[in-house]
């Protein structure tokens, strides 16, 4: 075991570097001068030349490769372009409003997509089955930001029910806050709905066809006991397996859900650093995005490995 | 993708048993067996209307997409605009329907890149193994480390503004999918009986790749390929809605909407006909990918 | 029984209005802003929308009025002498920063050797670049001598350049600053939260013993516009800056929200780079204006919101009337194809109009799009990102930018730098000898009738060469809730809330 977690963990470091590189590389070939930027449209030449000099845009890539990572293994992700704060500092700020969607929009995501997966599987093949198949098909392709406006267009311009968008912590006003997360939730949540729920689906029906469960129902119990007690609790395995996955797609619909309902959590903040061109900030985002995942990843692998013997032997990897 | 269809990864392993399909039934049978499939049908159907559509876009279209039309600002349907007339007296049904050569173009040019990228290095990166697999493993897992649309994102501000990056960016981000599925092809083909039959006749590594295992990798390719074309026009709509993908005139579905949001409270029909028009292309195309991937895999059968 | 009801409303929105006689203590302001103010340092901001809380958090030397006049703030009084080179002002006593440094001719003193520090790298720079010497008199005279006279210096001095720092938070926080500012303001610093909120307090030793009512302000970014109106409706705000143009007949007669409009200070348009091709021919620059219809423009694009343009000076400007500036050309079709042959080209020719991203600019590019077609000038639109614009801009190295100037209250600052040989703002690299005497000339002539002569010959000759064309004027728009008295709208659009008080 401890050698699978070794060689696992090996296997990340390679992954980590490329991560960096790819990150790195990335914003250097941001078109934009980031001194122009940071300065805007007043700034004499000299504060521009001195500023560049300042952010090292004047050295080679690979020893601005060398000085970025040697920063950011110590924490620091470096200065925003934009408003002079630490780029980590901004994170850890927007970290809990990302946090708060998250959450609220993984319960929406499980409150539909746990019993429709089930019952889906339960009833194969009946209208059941199909209707929820197809919500999730059109759950998956309903695009984001459309669902967000027509939310938008009908919830809080045309019936009022719930604020347009916006964000207002919980501890200061937790009423609010939570009408200010529903529509937010309900869109980033029903996307991940559909995937859950296509996943929840397949692997029950695995589970329900195995002998364990054959046995079970023969021994007469009954089908809610079947379900719940001896299916689910096998069948739930890829749903969290896939943690890592479910996590990427929160992240990147948090861009777009966030972007439109206002709600200044991470993601707003990848659009705002990209489209002000804030390198420091975008490198942050994104960075921080894929470190989400690969240890999420990591953290699933060795959850894995540490309940189920067989991984340690099989070649489980990446 | 902005949605997770394009996450999903195809089972490799389940359509491997497709190469031995096809051969044992045949083109006919296969295409009996999509058949049977209902949704898929109907998935189809509404694909290859889309396409007519894009391809006839002058014809079909009532109006000039770009031209605007001072005297007739944001008019609500009617007879002569049916689907209402947007911020610069534009026919909206006009634009939606050159917004189909958009998306499809983005679909078909996008997943393009991806194959062309991912299809060799992948079969390469599979039939060699050893260091070059190795270095291209790690650096797929990082690219898939990265929230899809963060990564589109991030490349298609790199590219520079324009349709052209957009669909670059979103073929970049795509591309690791296709060398894993490729090389996945490969490892469960090179240790085949004929393969190494072949070997030892001498014949070459590249005819090999070639002529006995790309056949062989076309169907989960084919699958994958129509499952990301919806995702990447949900992605390039995303794009151009946060302003970096087409540029103005050009209707794009997604810049479309982009401007419709000032107007939710004026001229609703703005927002409603490009939002539903991805929705349907997109609906169609999983529908059509799904339908595939079940009349291929033996086992959902 | 309807007319009944009218008129009960009626009485009632007086009724709401004539309370406003006696100032009330207390409350929380929530102001809707249209974009994230980035930096809270007056001395290195360059977004427009920083200004806004600026008004609040900091004093200027001078300040001005409704009539764009200058008026006295940290300065009481000034005397200019030696020909317009020397200012001496009289400063204010008993005046602290937030941070109990005392504000006297020191501090003054200070506030513009950071202005002035190269290494610094201040964009007020170019602003104040004709000092030469600040020297304390006495506590609480300065006097400051210009390199040479510059009648726009008072009114560069209502602005940012004026806004007056802590001298001790500066020295300790350095660019800092711009994170934890520190002014004499009638409110403090509390906190900023990027994308969220900035949060200001009442500053309790504020000079002005009969302002500060407000007890806080929050100031929240809204980029869109229904966002930003919507959550005034829903009493989420108190004011908001800016409206979209649809809704602005409806908001004339809300019985709730007050709409105040006035002219702004604001001019947008197309800067045309002379120096090279297609551009360098003038012939080609005059068929594209005449191809515009600027009525036309304004009205599918803005409605009510702008007014057709064709100069720097917006009607709030004593140079407003200047001829040249305020009449507004005829489209002409058949001139711009008579243009287009002189010039050998009566097929027309094409060319990149670069523009910022956001709707109004993706708009109005596509208007002039379509008239300049109709006389065969193919337009190609590119969008590219506000700083890298700014660069290709200064670099000159486009061939069209669509990009204006938010304006300033004196009417050098709405030209001087953009049409001087080798000015800071300069995109077109025009240069005409001519146009920088007059412009020089303009800055040292006191007399608003001779000012007016200088910048209507510089007109005559910028609307015959082109180098710019002027498209529009917007107007400065800002709707109040129900509970905001006492609110003072300027042509500058700035939204200064020391005297005003919300009912409860």
Redesign the interface.
């Known amino acids: 075991m401890s050698w699978y977690l070794v060689r696992r963990l090996l296997l990340t470091l390679p992954v980590l570097f490329f991560v960096s590189l790819i990150v790195f590389s990335l914003i250097n070939l941001i078109p934009g001068d980031p001194a122009r930027v940071m300065l805007g449209e007043e700034a004499s030449k000299e504060a521009l030349s001195a500023l560049r000099k300042e952010m090292g845009l004047d050295r080679p890539m690979h020893v601005r490769y060398l000085l970025w990572l040697s920063h950011v293994a110590r924490g620091d992700f470096g200065r925003s372009v934009r408003d002079g704060r630490a780029v980590l500092d901004t994170l850890l700020l927007k970290l809990p409003v990302t946090i708060e969607l998250a959450i609220t929009s993984l319960l929406v995501a499980w409150i539909i997509a746990i019993p429709a997966g089930v019952v889906a599987a339960w009833k194969q093949r009946t209208a059941l089955d199909y209707a929820a198949t197809t919500a999730a098909l059109a759950g998956i392709s309903i695009p984001n930001f459309w669902l967000g406006i027509m939310m938008i267009y009908l919830l809080a311009v045309n019936l009022r029910l719930l604020p347009p968008s916006g964000y207002i912590e919980p501890w200061i006003d937790p009423v609010r806050n939570l009408k200010l997360m529903v529509m937010p939730s309900i869109v980033l949540g029903t996307a991940l709905a559909a995937l859950v729920m296509r996943l929840l689906r397949s692997s029950m029906l695995e589970v329900l066809g195995t002998d364990y469960i054959r046995t079970a129902r023969a021994k007469g119990l009954g089908d809610a006991v079947v379900l719940v007690r001896h299916a689910m609790k096998n069948a739930m395995i890829p749903v969290v397996t896939v943690m890592g996955l479910q996590l990427s797609g929160l992240l990147g619909g948090a861009v777009i859900t966030e972007t439109i309902f206002a709600v200044p959590g991470l993601g707003r903040l990848t659009v705002e650093s990209i489209l002000t061109r804030d390198y420091p900030m975008v490198q942050g985002v994104v960075l921080f995005a894929a470190l989400a995942v690969v240890l999420t990843n990591l953290a699933v692998d060795v959850m894995y490995a540490v309940l189920d013997p067989r991984i340690r032997l099989g070649a489980r990897t990446g | 993708m ?4 394009a ?2 990864p195809v089972d490799v392993v389940r359509l491997r048993h497709r190469a031995a399909g096809m051969r044992r039934y045949g083109f006919g049978y296969l295409l009996h067996r999509y058949a049977r499939n209902r ?1 898929a049908l109907v998935g189809l159907w509404v694909v290859l209307g889309i396409v007519a559509v894009a391809l006839f876009a002058s014809w079909v279209a009532p109006a000039s997409p ?3 039309d ?1 005297g007739n ?2 008019r609500s349907p009617s007879a002569a605009h049916p689907m209402g007339t947007d ?3 534009r026919d909206v049904l006009s634009r939606v329907i050159f917004g189909a050569r958009t998306a499809l173009l983005a679909g078909v040019l996008s997943v393009g890149i991806a194959v062309l990228a991912g299809l060799p290095l992948g079969l390469l990166s599979g039939y060699y193994g050893g260091r070059l697999d ?1 270095l291209l ?3 797929t ?3 898939l ?7 589109a ?3 298609a ?2 590219l ?3 349709l052209d990056k957009a669909l670059l960016a979103i073929g970049i981000v795509f591309t690791p999918r296709f060398i894993r599925l490729a090389r996945a092809q490969v490892l469960g083909e090179r240790e085949q009986n004929y393969v190494e039959a072949a070997r030892a006749m001498g014949v070459g590594d590249g005819r090999i790749i070639w002529r006995h295992i790309l056949p062989n990798s076309v169907s989960p390719i084919v699958v994958q390929a129509s499952l990301d074309m ?1 995702g990447a026009i ?1 992605a390039e ?2 794009l151009s ?4 993908g087409t ?3 050009t209707p794009s579905w ?1 810049s479309m ?10 001229a ?1 029909w703005m ?2 006909w ?2 539903l028009a ?2 349907i292309t ?2 169609a195309l ?2 059509l990918g ?1 339908g595939l991937r079940e009349a291929l895999d033996p086992r959902l059968r | 029984m309807k007319r009944a009801l009218w008129i009960f409303i009626l009485i009632g929105a007086l009724a709401v209005t004539s309370v406003s006689a006696a100032p009330q203590r207390g409350g929380t302001l929530r102001v809707g802003l249209n974009a994230d103010p980035p930096n809270m340092d007056p001395h290195q901001s360059t977004a427009a929308v920083d200004r806004q809380v600026f008004q609040n958090l900091y004093d200027k030397l001078v300040d001005i009025n409704q009539n764009l006049e200058i008026v006295p703030m940290l300065a009481t009084s000034w005397q200019i002498t030696d020909g317009g080179r020397t200012y001496t002002f009289k400063l204010r006593q008993g005046v602290v920063f937030h941070d109990g440094t005392p504000f006297n001719a020191d501090a003054v003193k200070f506030n513009f050797e950071r202005m002035l520090d190269k290494s610094f790298g201040s964009p007020r720079f170019n602003e104040v670049s004709l000092v030469t010497s600040v020297t304390a008199v006495d506590p609480y005279t300065v006097r400051i001598t210009l390199e040479k006279p510059y009648s726009p210096f008072l009114a560069v001095l209502s602005d940012r350049a004026g806004m007056m720092v802590s001298p001790a938070a500066a020295q300790k926080a350095g660019k800092g600053l711009a994170r934890e500012p520190v002014g004499t303001g009638p409110y403090k610093f509390v906190e900023k939260r990027p994308q969220e909120r900035i949060v200001l307090e009442r500053f309790d030793q504020h000079w002005d013993k009969n302002g500060g009512f407000v007890d806080r302000i929050i100031y929240r970014p809204f980029t869109d516009e229904n966002a930003r109106l919507a959550n005034l409706r829903a009493g989420e705000l108190d004011v908001i800056d800016q409206v979209a143009p649809a809704d602005i007949p409806k908001l004339r007669t809300d019985p709730v929200l007050r709409l105040l409009e006035r002219s702004g200070l604001e001019w947008q348009g197309m800067w045309i780079m002379v120096a090279g091709p297609p551009f360098n021919n003038k012939l080609l620059r005059q068929a594209l204006n005449a191809t515009i219809d600027r009525r036309t423009l304004v009205n599918v694009v803005f409605g009510e919101t702008a007014v057709p343009a064709n100069g720097p000076f917006p009607p709030a400007l004593f140079t407003y009337d200047v001829p040249a500036n305020s009449r507004i050309p005829e489209r002409n079709v058949d001139l711009a194809r008579q243009r287009l042959r002189d010039a050998g080209m009566p097929n027309g020719f094409s060319f990149t109009l670069k523009i910022t991203p956001g709707r109004v600019a993706q708009q109005v590019a596509q208007v002039i799009q379509s008239m300049a077609a109709d006389a065969g000038i193919k337009v190609n639109i590119e969008i590219v990102e506000f700083g890298a614009i700014l660069s290709q801009g200064d670099a000159h190295k486009f061939e069209a930018i669509l990009l204006g100037w938010s304006g300033r209250p004196d009417p050098d600052g709405n030209i001087y730098g953009d049409f001087i040989t080798d000015g800071g703002l300069n995109f077109s690299a025009y240069s005409n000898p001519r146009v920088d005497t007059l412009l020089d000339a303009a800055r040292i002539l006191t007399t608003r009738d001779q000012r007016r002569r200088a910048y209507g010959d510089v007109m005559n000759i910028l609307n015959d060469e082109l180098p710019y064309l002027f498209l529009y004027w917007p107007k400065q728009y800002k709707v109040l809730g129900p509970k905001l008295q006492g609110f003072v709208h300027i042509s500058d659009g700035m939204m200064r809330f020391r005297n005003t008080w919300l009912t409860p």
Not at chain 2, 2 to 5: E, H, I, M, N, V
Not at chain 2, 257 to 266: C, E, S
């Open positions: 902005s949605r997770f269809a996450d999903l949704l770009i031209k605007p001072f600002l944001l911020d610069l007296g190795d493993m790690r650096l897992d990082a690219m480390s990265f929230p899809f649309l963060v990564l994102l991030a490349l501000a790199v520079g503004a324009g919806a949900t709509a995303t809605f946060l302003g970096l540029q103005p005139p997604g909407l982009n401007i419709a949001q000032a107007y939710l409270g004026t609703p927002a409603v490009p939002g991805i929705f997109v609906l999983n529908l799904d």
